[in-house]
């Protein structure tokens, strides 16, 4: 992709780069197995799932997840 081809999706409005990113987003969820992961992300989930494994109770449900970030 040239320099031009970006500079042209980045004319387009909010919405349309939105749905470029979405399909590119689930073209790599497809692939995960081939993307990179980065040091410090393994860490990260290093230490959740040890926080989960130290408190496996200590969640909340997806809805309330997806509640609150409703609200922003």
Known sequence: MSDT???????LPAEAR???VEIIWASLVKESSS???G???RAMID?????H?????DVISRDEVLAKARRG
Request: aromatic share 0%; net charge negative.
């Open 35 to 37: 993307v990179p992961l």
């Open 5 to 11: 081809d970006v500079a042209e999706i980045l004319k």
């Open 18 to 20: 939105l749905r470029i």
């Open 47 to 51: 230490e959740r799932l040890a926080e």
């Open 39 to 41: 040091d410090a992300h």
């Open 53 to 57: 494994e130290r408190s496996p109770d």
